[in-house]
């Protein structure tokens, strides 16, 4: 069967399951649960096929294009990038959406909650899917709506309303540069084509708008005496976008408020949706950045800094899922950050940053439905309460084992003994040792190692805390249906072995995306535009820093394992109100105080207040003289009615006599 021709099934399949469910799911079995799941495994199965036969032949990529409106198209296209992608976020949400069936069992709203899913899905994938940057755009949108409808999915709590909010408007600010960006980028092919646009000619399709990379890196503007390329600022703009997406510093603090929805809404916008959104849009123009070196760079050292930064927050968090959210901030980090050592190692950053964005995907998504088996089962999610329950949920024990060790990256350099974690992590980190050798600046491998470490120390913390010792509450507990285990032991094994068994052909699968013969690009070419030196990665690193990630993670458990588990340090000394780093770190560096009271109180709100005090004095003032004008003119008119209808009868003769004068004047003169 020729599966290109079914790609446009793939987002419309979970579209047309949002309908169906959203007005019938009441009335069918599972709440519509059964909707979805067969739909998404319908769309994983056609993904699959293709990535298949791309496998096969990478350079028969998939291009289809429709004209829509006068120079615009609707177009899929599937390349290996593109590919992996949708194959991950069909095979993710199709786990989390059977895992659903048990956790949402007794929702009396879910099938209002399995049909958002599925839209959110079909967003995700449709976005995957564009050919073109519009297109892409429209996708996008509808991925922040849904975020939107899910995390406020109990919108009866105040804080998930509130939450929702956050996250809506948080991620409006990058949305509105990405949206500027865009603007920027048309603008500058319009003119590049002399504002004729040859016919079957899409202007903001993605191999159109690579064509013109060299042209539009050699435009300037000045800002603030500074000469800027064009390319520079459309790939900063699409950055601002990625940065709100993919909850990178300072536009990531909606992420860990995400957790007022459903614990399997936290892992479908932690793993499979949301917020790879961002890192995908940087990976799908690649060639622009590369271009840009300086846009890299500053990816680069935003993703390291986040990655570190999200790390300390994690470290001292209570609630389960709050933990995993600022390890998802984290890792997207690494994620920002290995895209940016495509500075320094070209075409092998799209490869290895993709990599860990879904071997992060598989066990992320393990860590949040793990949490939410326990959540489900005891009723809590504060580790303090918790304590033992290995002992009464043995398997989702195991599984938060085997995600615990691919987040902290354990593993054999050297061999092919290692978890998923440890295979697409330690590149990144070994990238920015080369890009500190390369370019003389450590900054980001010293936050990569250091948020290895810290990665091991609140993971494990976690661990112990929640699973090991003795129960530190009556909350009973018991494990969960088969419904709910049956997607974590999957997710568990692809967390151990899915690394070890696919990392070398799919980083060379996906890092040839921009050199096959549909976009028919050169790497090393378009570093020379940015003049921008290019080295590869030669796998060559010294021992010790092949080691190093490996280290750090040992170290982090065995602090962890002397003060959570054999209790030989007592932390109720460091825990405290009265320690200034704890305090800090646990206010979350006071982000929502800085920018809630002096941002939008002061910046936003007394501003808009003062405003709206001036526009309503003057619409006030425009009020009241139409209204001093029309009382005055009613006074002077009521003068004239007397009621005497002699007085009346005088008017009217007057008025008709002078009319017929005015009239037998006009035709006199004419």
């Given at each position: 069967?020729?599966?290109?021709?079914?790609?446009?099934?793939?987002?419309?399949?979970?579209?047309?399951?949002?309908?169906?469910?959203?007005?019938?799911?009441?009335?069918?079995?599972?709440?519509?649960?059964?909707?979805?799941?067969?739909?998404?495994?319908?769309?994983?199965?056609?993904?699959?096929?293709?990535?298949?036969?791309?496998?096969?032949?990478?350079?028969?990529?998939?291009?289809?294009?429709?004209?829509?409106?006068?120079?615009?198209?609707?177009?899929?296209?599937?390349?290996?990038?593109?590919?992996?992608?949708?194959?991950?976020?069909?095979?993710?949400?199709?786990?989390?959406?059977?895992?659903?069936?048990?956790?949402?069992?007794?929702?009396?709203?879910?099938?209002?909650?399995?049909?958002?899913?599925?839209?959110?899905?079909?967003?995700?994938?449709?976005?995957?899917?564009?050919?073109n940057i519009l297109q892409l755009f429209i996708s996008w949108e509808l991925v922040g709506l849904c975020s939107y409808l899910l995390i406020g999915f109990w919108y009866q709590k105040p804080s998930a309303a509130s939450a929702a909010k956050k996250a809506?408007?948080?991620?409006?600010?990058?949305?509105?540069?990405?949206?500027?960006?865009?603007?920027?980028?048309?603008?500058?092919?319009?003119?590049?084509?002399?504002?004729?646009?040859?016919?079957?000619?899409?202007?903001?399709?993605?191999?159109?708008?690579?064509?013109?990379?060299?042209?539009?890196?050699?435009?300037?503007?000045?800002?603030?005496?500074?000469?800027?390329?064009?390319?520079?600022?459309?790939?900063?703009?699409?950055?601002?976008?990625?940065?709100?997406?993919?909850?990178?510093?300072?536009?990531?603090?909606?992420?860990?408020?995400?957790?007022?929805?459903?614990?399997?809404?936290?892992?479908?916008?932690?793993?499979?949706?949301?917020?790879?959104?961002?890192?995908?849009?940087?990976?799908?123009?690649?060639?622009?950045?590369?271009?840009?070196?300086?846009?890299?760079?500053?990816?680069?050292?935003?993703?390291?800094?986040?990655?570190?930064?999200?790390?300390?927050?994690?470290?001292?968090?209570?609630?389960?899922?709050?933990?995993?959210?600022?390890?998802?901030?984290?890792?997207?980090?690494?994620?920002?950050?290995?895209?940016?050592?495509?500075?320094?190692?070209?075409?092998?950053?799209?490869?290895?940053?993709?990599?860990?964005?879904?071997?992060?995907?598989?066990?992320?998504?393990?860590?949040?439905?793990?949490?939410?088996?326990?959540?489900?089962?005891?009723?809590?999610?504060?580790?303090?309460?918790?304590?033992?329950?290995?002992?009464?949920?043995?398997?989702?024990?195991?599984?938060?084992?085997?995600?615990?060790?691919?987040?902290?990256?354990?593993?054999?350099?050297?061999?092919?003994?290692?978890?998923?974690?440890?295979?697409?992590?330690?590149?990144?980190?070994?990238?920015?040792?080369?890009?500190?050798?390369?370019?003389?600046?450590?900054?980001?491998?010293?936050?990569?190692?250091?948020?290895?470490?810290?990665?091991?120390?609140?993971?494990?913390?976690?661990?112990?805390?929640?699973?090991?010792?003795?129960?530190?509450?009556?909350?009973?507990?018991?494990?969960?249906?088969?419904?709910?285990?049956?997607?974590?032991?999957?997710?568990?094994?692809?967390?151990?072995?899915?690394?070890?068994?696919?990392?070398?052909?799919?980083?060379?699968?996906?890092?040839?995306?921009?050199?096959?013969?549909?976009?028919?690009?050169?790497?090393?070419?378009?570093?020379?535009?940015?003049?921008?030196?290019?080295?590869?990665?030669?796998g060559h690193e010294p021992l010790l820093i092949q080691w190093m990630p490996v280290i750090v993670a040992i170290i982090g458990l065995l602090i962890t394992f002397v003060i959570y588990y054999q209790k030989a340090i007592d932390m109720s000394r460091f825990?405290?109100?009265?320690?200034?780093?704890?305090?800090?770190?646990?206010?979350?560096?006071?982000?929502?105080?800085?920018?809630?009271?002096?941002?939008?109180?002061?910046?936003?709100?007394?501003?808009?207040?003062?405003?709206?005090?001036?526009?309503?004095?003057?619409?006030?003032?425009?009020?009241?003289?139409?209204?001093?004008?029309?009382?005055?003119?009613?006074?002077?008119?009521?003068?004239?009615?007397?009621?005497?209808?002699?007085?009346?009868?005088?008017?009217?003769?007057?008025?008709?006599?002078?009319?017929?004068?005015?009239?037998?004047?006009?035709?006199?003169?004419?």
């Open positions: 069967m020729a599966y290109e021709n079914l790609a446009f099934l793939i987002p419309l399949l979970p579209a047309l399951a949002f309908a169906i469910t959203f007005f019938v799911g009441k009335k069918t079995p599972y709440g519509g649960g059964l909707i979805p799941i067969f739909a998404i495994a319908a769309s994983f199965l056609i993904s699959l096929m293709i990535t298949i036969g791309l496998l096969q032949n990478p350079d028969q990529v998939i291009s289809q294009s429709y004209h829509w409106f006068a120079i615009f198209n609707l177009g899929i296209l599937i390349d290996p990038l593109a590919a992996v992608m949708l194959t991950m976020v069909a095979f993710v949400s199709l786990l989390i959406h059977i895992y659903s069936v048990g956790y949402m069992s007794h929702d009396p709203a879910k099938s209002r909650y399995f049909a958002e899913t599925s839209l959110f899905t079909a967003s995700m994938l449709s976005l995957v899917l564009s050919d809506f408007l948080t991620t409006r600010v990058g949305d509105v540069m990405f949206l500027a960006g865009i603007i920027v980028l048309f603008a500058d092919l319009f003119k590049l084509v002399n504002g004729s646009i040859p016919d079957g000619v899409y202007l903001l399709r993605f191999d159109e708008i690579f064509s013109y990379i060299p042209e539009i890196a050699a435009m300037n503007a000045t800002i603030l005496g500074f000469e800027v390329s064009h390319l520079t600022i459309i790939t900063l703009l699409f950055f601002g976008g990625a940065v709100g997406k993919s909850g990178q510093f300072p536009l990531h603090v909606w992420l860990p408020d995400a957790m007022e929805g459903p614990t399997t809404v936290s892992a479908l916008i932690h793993a499979a949706t949301m917020v790879t959104a961002g890192v995908y849009l940087v990976a799908r123009t690649f060639p622009m950045f590369i271009a840009a070196p300086q846009s890299l760079i500053i990816v680069a050292y935003v993703g390291a800094f986040t990655a570190l930064f999200a790390a300390t927050m994690g470290l001292v968090m209570n609630d389960l899922k709050r933990v995993l959210a600022y390890s998802t901030i984290s890792q997207l980090g690494y994620m920002m950050l290995g895209l940016g050592m495509g500075a320094v190692v070209g075409a092998e950053a799209v490869g290895v940053s993709i990599f860990h964005l879904i071997s992060h995907a598989f066990f992320k998504a393990l860590l949040f439905l793990c949490a939410g088996s326990v959540i489900h089962a005891v009723g809590t999610h504060d580790m303090r309460e918790l304590g033992g329950v290995a002992k009464v949920m043995p398997i989702t024990a195991a599984t938060m084992v085997a995600a615990s060790l691919a987040l902290a990256g354990f593993g054999i350099p050297g061999t092919s003994i290692g978890s998923t974690g440890f295979f697409s992590k330690d590149p990144i980190i070994e990238n920015a040792y080369l890009f500190g050798e390369h370019a003389g600046n450590w900054f980001p491998y010293l936050f990569a190692i250091v948020a290895a470490l810290l990665t091991s120390l609140y993971i494990f913390r976690l661990l112990f805390m929640t699973f090991a010792g003795k129960p530190r509450t009556n909350y009973g507990g018991h494990e969960s249906p088969a419904s709910m285990t049956v997607p974590l032991s999957i997710l568990g094994i692809l967390a151990l072995f899915f690394g070890a068994i696919v990392v070398e052909p799919l980083n060379k699968f996906v890092s040839g995306t921009f050199v096959n013969n549909f976009v028919n690009m050169d790497i090393p070419a378009l570093a020379e535009v940015g003049n921008y030196e290019l080295v590869h990665h030669a825990v405290s109100k009265d320690n200034v780093v704890y305090k800090l770190l646990y206010n979350r560096y006071y982000q929502n105080e800085i920018f809630t009271r002096l941002f939008a109180v002061r910046f936003v709100y007394e501003g808009l207040a003062m405003a709206g005090y001036h526009i309503d004095r003057f619409i006030d003032g425009i009020v009241n003289v139409i209204s001093y004008l029309t009382i005055e003119a009613g006074d002077s008119f009521r003068k004239i009615q007397t009621g005497v209808i002699q007085h009346y009868s005088v008017a009217v003769i007057t008025g008709v006599s002078l009319l017929v004068i005015l009239i037998k004047l006009v035709m006199e003169v004419f």
